[in-house]
Structures are given as structure tokens and as C-alpha cells.
């Protein structure tokens, strides 16, 4: 029997890809980086006026430290819910929850640090299209 043998890992990566949420992600920490089995981290930059698509992240909390700018996020059943992250602030998505977040700013980038417990990032991505519409 084969086994892995985890060790310690610096990820220096400028590698960037598109996430099922429509928007663009630093690749970090996560599985496929440096075989991580419970979390994954990585930076989520948001161009101006950028929307994502409405989603949730099954089975999976979601935590966030916005770096930069403000991002707006609907969220909970039909996307009824309001919130604003700004630069300083931490922001926890529970398991399950549908959320659309966008960028507030038409002329500046907002930046957030995300971390998941879910290792494969995009694995627990479900979309919500229904709930696309809802807030254009």
C-alpha cells in the first residue's frame, strides 16, 4: 500500500483561472497545489462592476479578509439578503448558502483572500442560474 507523504509547501504562483463562478482566481493553496485534504486559500481579485454568478458551495464553509475595495453580496433563500465587505473586514459564508457577490466599484478592482474547507476548491461549486436574474 502506497502511501503520500505530506510536507510543508511554498506556492509562488502567478498561474490565474476562471472559476464556474465566472470570475478569475489566483491559484493558492488546495489539492491539486500541494496536496492539501481539508482546505484550499487563494486570492480572488474582482475588476470593476465585475457580478459572479449565483451559487453555493455544498457541504462546504467558505471564510473571507477583503484586502481591497468593497464587495456587495446577495445572499440566503432567493437572494433576499444584503450585505458590504470592505477592505478590513472578514466575512463567513456557511455551507450550502447561495450568495452572488459583486463589486461595488465601477472604476476600482476589489480583492478578497478566500479559504474553504473544501481541498478542490471548484468540486463543491453548484450554480444557481435561476437565481442569476434576480439582481442585475
Avoid at 1 to 21: A, N
Avoid at 29 to 44: A, F, R
Wanted: charged fraction near 20%.
Amino acid at each position: 500500500m502506497e502511501s503520500t507523504l505530506l510536507t510543508c509547501k511554498v506556492v509562488r504562483s502567478d498561474e490565474q483561472y476562471r472559476g464556474k463562478q465566472g470570475l478569475d482566481y489566483q491559484m493558492g493553496i488546495s489539492t491539486q497545489s500541494t496536496g492539501s485534504q481539508g482546505l484550499c486559500m487563494h486570492l480572488n481579485t474582482f475588476p470593476p462592476g465585475a457580478k459572479a454568478k449565483a451559487h453555493l458551495h455544498q457541504e462546504h464553509e467558505t471564510a473571507i479578509y477583503m484586502l481591497k475595495g468593497e464587495v456587495g453580496m446577495w445572499y440566503g433563500e432567493g437572494l433576499k439578503d444584503h450585505l458590504v465587505v470592505r477592505a478590513g473586514d472578514y466575512l463567513y459564508i456557511p455551507a450550502n448558502m447561495p450568495h452572488l457577490p459583486y463589486n461595488m466599484s465601477q472604476t476600482e478592482e476589489a480583492v478578497a483572500l478566500l479559504a474553504r474547507t473544501d481541498p478542490n476548491e471548484q468540486e463543491s461549486v453548484t450554480l444557481l442560474p435561476d437565481l442569476d436574474a434576480v439582481h442585475l
